[in-house]
């Protein structure tokens, strides 16, 4: 295949000299002819069809052409156009070769480049970071596949910057607009973030990173990436959500939390806590929290707590606490220290549980428990238990005493004891009520011990487990007479208490008056792991470091009958040792003597662990909220001041329990305050987000521009309930844009002198030229007038001359008349007339801010659109809005007030009105006239050109007086027919 492409390649270059040789007969241009089938065999067979298609044409075109004609031998003076010839094919083959190879190393370079860029596109959309570039004077856009990806686009859609603001998030356009401008103009990098809100409501968090740069015409540049950085705004989301959550959970808690300092000062206390006391943070905090302890216990809880706050040990105890309303409650109190890396205490939290009604339950309990133990012991009845095949397991007392027989007797020989005429008939019940698991109730005769048989009422009940199967049954008999009710009684009463005893989620176990081990539950067997009899005391089983503080807390809730709570370490069976929370309730008699004492034990270790977290949670919340590097603050609903950071306290000079009686308007400052608090009362009549600047006295007394941004914060239902907010100090940021302002200011003034100046000599330069040849060529008209005889001839075209010079002059005044009065066609498209405000608004931001001015809008959004040139429509309205704002420099008894209000004029024209508050003009039609000027420094040019631009727009301007003050200034413009802005 390659041998065809190659002799193919050669075979053009024959062809090629054969058809230059017929068309060189024919046209009679042997040279050019050839030259062309050098080009076509360079161009399409390459290097060596080139060199052939060269050799074959010299060839012919000295044996054809050359005299002497058919001979290769050619004359010496044909010699050099044969050379001239080979020469040119030569130098055609030679740049078509180097042509070649450029055109191969571009494809390949465009190969290798498209390589690259593929590599980069992949590497883009796996990392989720697109590029962007961006010539702000052109506002032209270069955004990579990614970057159209992340912003929602198809990545054919050519990147615009109103595409851009399309997709920026309504809350952050404004912002994002401003950045974009301001760094723009000073050429600052960008480093920011906002986020897209895509078609579908998907919000993304974009962060934007870009150098500024100049190309080689000096203007800016900016070459940035754009990080979609949506999991980790989620991920920042989710855990400001948990904090907050966090300190709903602690205020809605149901118990009452409070923390102390070091020094035992109260720190912070919850809602609840406020509720029962009837006390304020603030009255807290200055006030022995103690004193709200009942007299008996206030020096326990002392004591409790300073040990802690010295050694950093938890206490658990109960005591008294007084209500609002006087009435002492008993309250269980646990406390646990927090501790740095020094193991020093940083503060205690506490935890209050109201257990009054507990106590009054336990103390009912034990009375009633009491009262069931007399009637168990003083029942002359006889009881037995029976396994579920109906075996004797268990008989009473008095019941070996009636029979006069022993338990292994009874077990297997109990129906000898019956009566026989019964014998049958209750084998046969009992027989029954073990198959189906139902009731004995019946009477019989029993054989005494004396050897009378006693009419007996037996009633036997199953017992049974959690699955509903029988585990064992309970019997009690009793004589027919009149014990029948009081046995029955008993047997209710002990299976309640039986019941109620293992039933229990916690371990129950029972103590003598003087302390000593009684009486254990099953659970609390299961959880030691120890039979009733091998636990006698508590100790073995706590925790080393929990022994001191329990066996304290029992002797003296021994010795003094007050009721017993503690928290402390068990181990487990399995060796592991865990929080339980160990209640004790004393039993006195009708003398009020201690009988026992009943103590439950329930297991708080996943309580422990959730408090561990929430102290942790809490310390952290802190530390973040004071460790940003800004104010940080927030207000009720009222708009008056709730919480400070310490930032902002620092700055102000106070401390937190100040902040309630804080006036924030005494430190703003007086020429800042109205336009402070016009845009407070709007934000807050408005419920929606902004800023604003203002200066703020700092503690030295010194006054610092700050940037404040409010935010409110809604329910669910979407109703206000506080305002969050953060303020920034911008005094430095201030003072630089001060100082560039006056800098501009000078240069303005100082071009304008130089503009005068030039336009001077100008004016000068273009005049004396034609007026200089009137001059000269008049005295030559007089000359040759004068001449005798006169010649009128040259007088003529003298005089012609002169003419001609005056037309010159008159040119040169039209065109300087040219700059003040426009008279070329302008390009008319649809335009917003309401965006062009905005845009001006925008521009004249920082000015109205440093002037005080408060700037207010009535803008038609159902305004048609406007046809002319934006660019000088723009010009108008900024030359208008700056002599507003310059008018009221003076005002300083009102607010300095600019309104700006657009609307239909009629059907054909919209109209567009500026109006100041300032001193006003007496001569409202005069001030359009050329060079006329009100303002010390102005040339008086400017609303001349703005009458100049609108008129050029089929529009007019005017001016007249304000309503109240100052002057309104108005301009209508044409429709354009069937649109709406």
Known sequence: MKGTITLRRYGLAVISCVLATMAAFFLDAPASCFCFAIMVSSLYGGRGPGLLSIGLSGFIFDYLFLSPRF???????????????????????????????????????????????????????????????????????????????????????IPTLELLYDRVHPEDRDKVKEILETSSQIGADLDFEHRFQLLDGTIRYIHVVAHAHRDEHGRFQYIGTVMDVSPIRQFDASLRASEFNFKLMVDSFPGQVFSLTPSAEVEHVNQEFLDYSGKTLEELRGWNHNELVHPDDRDLVAAAQLRTLETGEPFDLDHRLCRDDGVYRWFNVRGIALSDKNSGVLRCYNLLTDIDDRKKAEESTRARENTFRLI?????????????????????????????????????????????????????????????????????????????????????????????????????????????????????????????????????????????????????????????????????????????????????????????????????????????????????????????????ASDIEARKRIEEVLLESEANLHLTINAIPGFVWS??????????????????????????????????????????????QSLRASGSPGECETRLRRFDGEYRWLLFRANPFRDAAGNILRWYGIAIDIDDRKRAEEVLRNTQSRLSRATQIATIGE?????????????????????????????????????????????????????????????????????????????????????????????NVLVKTDLDPALSFALGDRVQLQQVVFNLLLNGIEAMDSVSDRPRELFVRSKEHDRRSILVEISDSGIGIESPEKVFEAFFTTKPNGMGMGLTICRSIIEAHNGRLWAMPGQHHGTTFCFTLPVQTGGTA
């Open 71 to 157: 001979h290769l031998a050619a004359e010496s003076t044909t010699q050099l156009r044969l050379f001239a010839l080979l020469a040119i094919g030569l130098a055609i083959a030679i740049l078509i070769e180097a042509k070649r190879r450029v055109e191969d190393r571009r494809v390949q370079i465009a190969a290798e480049l498209q390589k690259s860029q593929s590599f980069l596109e992949e590497a883009q959309r796996i990392s989720h970071v697109g590029s962007f570039g961006w010539t702000p004077v052109t506002n032209k856009l270069y955004w990579s596949a990614e970057t159209l990806r992340i912003a929602g686009y198809d990545v054919s859609v």
């Open 376 to 600: 168990v012991d003083s029942i002359p009845g006889l009881v037995c238990t029976n396994t579920p095949t109906g075996e004797l397991e268990i008989v009473n007392q008095p019941l070996l005493d009636y029979t006069g027989t022993t338990l292994e007797v009874l077990r297997t020989s109990w129906p000898a004891l019956l009566h026989p005429e019964d014998r049958d008939g209750i084998l046969e019940l009992w027989g029954e009520s073990v198959r189906t698991g139902g009731t004995l109730d019946v009477e019989f005769r029993l054989l005494r011990a004396d050897g009378v048989y006693r009419w007996l009422h037996a009633r036997v009940l199953p017992h049974y487990d959690v699955e509903g199967r029988i585990v064992r049954s309970y019997g009690l008999i009793t004589d027919i007479e009149d014990r029948k009710r009081a046995e029955r009684a008993l047997k209710e009463a002990e299976l309640r208490y039986r019941l109620v005893a293992n039933s229990i989620p916690g371990l129950i176990y029972t103590t003598t008056a003087a302390g000593e081990m009684q009486f254990v539950n099953q659970k609390m067997q299961e959880f030691l792991g120890e039979r009733l009899e091998a636990i006698t005391v508590w100790t073995p089983y706590l925790h080393p470091d929990d022994v001191s503080k329990f066996t304290d807390l029992w002797r003296h809730s021994v010795e003094t009958g007050d009721p017993f709570e503690a928290e402390c370490r068990v181990r487990r069976a399995d060796g592991i040792y865990r929080w339980l929370e160990v209640r004790g309730t004393p039993l006195r008699d009708a003398d009020r003597r201690i009988v026992r004492w009943y103590n439950l």
């Open 635 to 680: 207000t009720r609903i009222d708009g008056e001041p709730e919480f400070y950071n310490q930032h902002y306290l620092d700055y102000l000079g106070i401390t937190a329990a100040e902040l309630p009686d804080l006036d924030w308007r005494t430190d703003v400052h007086p020429e800042d305050l109205p336009t402070l608090g016009a845009v407070w």
């Open 759 to 851: 336009l001077a000599a100008s004016i000068a330069h273009e005049i004396n030229q034609p007026l200089a040849a009137v001059v000269s060529n008049g005295h030559a008209c007089l000359r040759w007038l004068s001449a005798d005889p006169p010649n009128i001839s040259k007088a003529y075209e003298t005089a012609e001359m002169l003419a001609l010079n005056g037309k010159a002059a008159s040119e040169v005044i039209q065109r300087l008349r040219s700059l003040f009065v426009r008279t070329t066609e302008i390009q008319r498209s649809a335009i917003d007339i309401n965006d062009v405000i905005s845009e001006a608004l925008r521009l004249m931001r920082s000015e109205t801010a440093k002037r």
